[in-house]
């Protein structure tokens, strides 16, 4: 399952274009991670061990907006969408952290039409 | 001790075969009986055997996991690789346009190497003759990538094997391998793709087996990957020995499919199950 | 090489059957350490009351591969600073493990709904839990039947 490399692009992210002022909008962002469960086997019976995203954080202007806590029983190259209303031009992060030091942040500003 | 081996697995295949999950059924004929009628040739694309949910992950952008494989390529096509330091766009400018269209008409004939060639194979014979650049092995992420990106350019557009005479022998080769049983099984594609489409194996609706979005986004792989792969899934599937990775029996199927499929709508990059 | 001995069909039937049922019975076994649903339920309740309603989990009936399955969850909620959701969480009765994902919502939020994408190891029940700013606890319950892949690529 995790035998298909992962591509350099970490990140997509939809639906920035749709903010507008003071009213919500929904964003869905899709990592590129293979999210081994830990409970697969090698060709040679070996464990492949547990290799997760657990966590996902955005913050706009560095306060929390929205964060999931992910376990193995999300799917391979994880994907959410929740809503998100800004009231005005800011800073948008997105992180994922997860097993063996894991972290990919990026931020995007925005400005809200 | 080889004598019970086949019989195991046969049993376990025929397991599935015979096996009956009544409310499965009748909910999958009331999803299929719900899809629009078509006056057409009665080709179905893979798309309409999934359910609605496995549909929209495929037909909307901000879901389909294959996008990220899809920006990969757009970067790639603009990164330079090589000795000769050109990337993608120095010689075909922007994929968009110098690239509608192209996807649909593979495999096609390569005067070079007086032989047929796959989208994944054109890619290669770019990077080693104008980029002097090494071929990236099958399934590599970047030919995935690149494959993915250009084959999104002719979405939406019929598939349109060319009309070559140079390409009929491998097309006539596809189609008589489609028609040859194969393996402990000892079925034909034809048996499942052709005679038994909507039908299932084990809990899986067989589709007709048009080979029109790749490369897929499959859920088995959880991953992207090339028809090639898928091919190789299936003949391992009925329990054949593979050809090898060189094998021209590959292509021979790919250019037959190509065919089978012509005027059907190109779905790159597809999700599949 | 002498030829296989033919089964009659009526055998051949009952034997698959047999292994049909000991395929089916395999997760059960394999799962029979970790906690029940209804335990990881009341744990998350913390001893409070949680009602059938508000939350709607919206996920397919019937999946077709349980390795990617979409779950949509939106609750009936404001999402003002003094009447929002804080938290959904979503746990499944038979993969290996009973949690799926936590999420943890704030007034900013706007609208409370969320989607992931999940794996399922066989047909099982989900539920979604949601907890309020002001404590009340809801819930909804939903069976989905997982159809497994016919062939397991090696």
């Given amino acids: 399952m995790a035998d298909t490399p992962a591509p350099r692009v970490r990140m997509l992210i939809h639906g920035l274009d749709g903010l507008r002022r003071g009213q919500p909008a929904e964003l869905r962002v899709t990592l590129a991670h293979p999210m081994d469960n830990g409970l697969r086997h090698d060709g040679f019976g070996n464990v492949v061990p547990r290799n997760i995203v657990t966590r996902f954080e955005c913050r706009l202007d560095g306060d929390l907006v929205f964060a999931a806590d992910l376990y193995s029983a999300i799917a391979a190259n994880p994907y959410l969408g929740f809503w998100l209303r800004a009231d005005g031009p800011g800073t948008l992060s997105f992180e994922w952290s997860g097993d063996w030091g894991f972290n990919h942040r990026e931020t995007r500003a925005i400005v809200p039409a | 001790m080889t004598r019970c081996l086949p019989v195991a697995r046969a049993l376990v295949l025929v397991l599935r075969l015979v096996q009956v999950q009544v409310l499965v059924s009748v909910l999958t004929l009331a999803a299929l009986a719900a899809l629009p009628a078509r006056a057409d040739d009665g080709r179905r694309s893979g798309l309409q055997f999934m359910g609605p949910a496995l549909q929209a992950l495929q037909r909307d952008d901000g879901q389909n996991p294959a996008m990220l494989w899809v920006q990969d390529g757009e970067q790639l096509w603009r990164t330079p690789a090589g000795t000769a330091g050109r990337h993608c766009a120095d010689c075909h400018g922007d994929a968009p346009r110098s690239m509608a269209g192209v996807a649909a008409r593979y495999p096609a004939w390569d005067a070079a190497s007086g032989g047929a060639l796959n989208l994944p194979g054109r890619i290669n014979a770019c990077r080693q003759r104008h980029q002097q650049a090494a071929a990236l092995p099958a399934e590599h992420a970047d030919l995935l990538a690149l494959s993915a990106y250009l084959g999104l350019q002719s979405r939406g557009q019929p598939l349109a094997p060319p009309d070559d005479v140079r390409l009929a022998p491998l097309r006539q080769q596809g189609e008589a391998l489609w028609q040859q049983r194969l393996g402990q099984l000892n079925l034909a594609c034809l048996h499942c793709h052709d005679q038994r489409p909507g039908q299932r194996l084990g809990g899986a609706v067989i589709p007709q087996g048009h080979a029109t979005g790749y490369p897929i986004y499959r859920l088995e792989w959880q991953g992207l990957g090339s028809l090639h792969r898928r091919l190789r899934g299936c003949v391992v599937g009925v329990r054949a020995e593979p050809w090898g990775t060189e094998a021209p029996e590959w292509l021979a199927l790919e250019a037959w499919l190509a065919q089978r499929a012509a005027g059907m709508a190109v779905e790159t990059p597809a999700v599949r199950p | ?154």
């Avoid at chain 3, 794996?119 to 989905?144: E, I, K, P």
């Fill in chain 3, 1 to 154: 090489m002498k030829p296989l001995p033919m089964l009659p069909r009526r055998r051949l039937l009952g034997a698959a059957a047999g292994l049909g049922l000991a395929l089916q019975l395999r997760p059960a076994a394999a799962m029979s350490a970790a906690p029940t649903l209804a335990a990881v339920e009341r744990q998350w309740a913390g001893g409070r009351p949680v009602t059938e309603g508000r939350v709607l989990l919206d996920v397919a009936p019937l999946v077709e591969n349980g390795n990617a399955v979409p779950i949509r969850v939106q609750v009936d909620s404001p999402m003002t600073a003094a009447d929002h959701v804080v938290e959904i969480v979503v746990f499944n009765e038979r993969n290996p493990q009973r949690d799926v994902v936590r999420f943890t919502l704030t007034p900013a939020s706007g609208v409370a709904q969320v989607q992931a994408r999940i794996r399922l190891a066989t047909s099982q029940q989900l539920v979604a839990l949601v907890r309020m700013r002001d404590g009340s606890q809801w819930s909804h319950h939903v069976d989905v039947l997982v159809t497994l892949a016919a062939c397991i690529e090696p």
